[in-house]
């Protein structure tokens, strides 16, 4: 159900400070020629320092929000979003902090939290478990920047080889390898290049190594020591040396032909 907007002759006073306003209600609104509410999107842009005055007069004196006017002797008083690049009046902005996927896609820069407005908040909070990032395609440069990251890939792009010689054998059931690996979401060894928000914070502070390390461990042990897996495996189609298989998991010492 829609509700008109409300009018935009109600303006932000300082005594509308902390007040509670239509606008703070989960409302959804049709907005009007000057204002629509906020979009639900992926933003990868870094937003540069802007004036405040400048912003707001292309915001057209209005909270972002929720569309309220501000009188410019009170626009000090809104807040700046970092993630949408925008002004919001303090009903709709409470100074969140939050990971910005901008900065860590484009800088591994895990440095600060961002003050974002309460819609970016919730936004990114819902999706933080989401594996939407493919930083293959969004910056494959990020696995030169950081050790921990290519690592992990590395970890995950063997376990997407590895799952084929796991998930075929009954010998890896018995020992509990299948179970092991489905302890992992499936998007982690079927897409390795996929990645969560989550998955780039755990990923920085070592949380992942943790977890994937020990698995890759234990199923490549496996393959190397199970007559039914190792029989699956390869000879090098340069070398043709038949006392030494390769396994395409092997990603340091094995390429695979494009």
Known sequence: MFVPVQDNSRTYTESDEYAPIEGSQRILRRGNSQWAPP?????????????????????????????????????HRF?????????????CHSDK????????????????????????FDYLNRIYTEAIFNINDLNPKLF??????????????????????ILTCRFAEEKGCQQSLQTLSSYIYEYPYLYSLEDLVKT?????????????????????????CFAKGFICEICNNEKNIIFPFNIQITSTCP
């Open 39 to 75: 979009r639900e999107q992926l933003i990868f842009h870094i937003h540069q320092s802007v004036n405040r005055d400048i912003q707001l007069k292309k915001q057209g004196y209005l909270c972002a929000g929720c569309g309220r006017d501000v009188e410019k002797g009170y626009a």
């Open 97 to 120: 902090k939050f990971y910005l996927p901008s900065y860590i896609i484009a800088k591994w820069d895990f440095s600060n939290k961002h003050s974002v407005s309460n819609f970016a």
């Open 144 to 165: 030169q920047k950081s050790n921990k990251l290519k690592m992990i890939n590395e970890f995950r792009c063997a376990l997407y080889f590895l799952r084929r010689y």
């Open 204 to 228: 920085k502070s070592g949380e992942l190594h943790k977890v994937f390390e020990p698995i890759v461990i234990k199923l490549r042990d496996h393959v190397l020591t199970c007559s039914l």
């Open 79 to 91: 807040r700046y979003c970092e993630y949408t690049g925008k002004y919001f009046c303090r009903s």
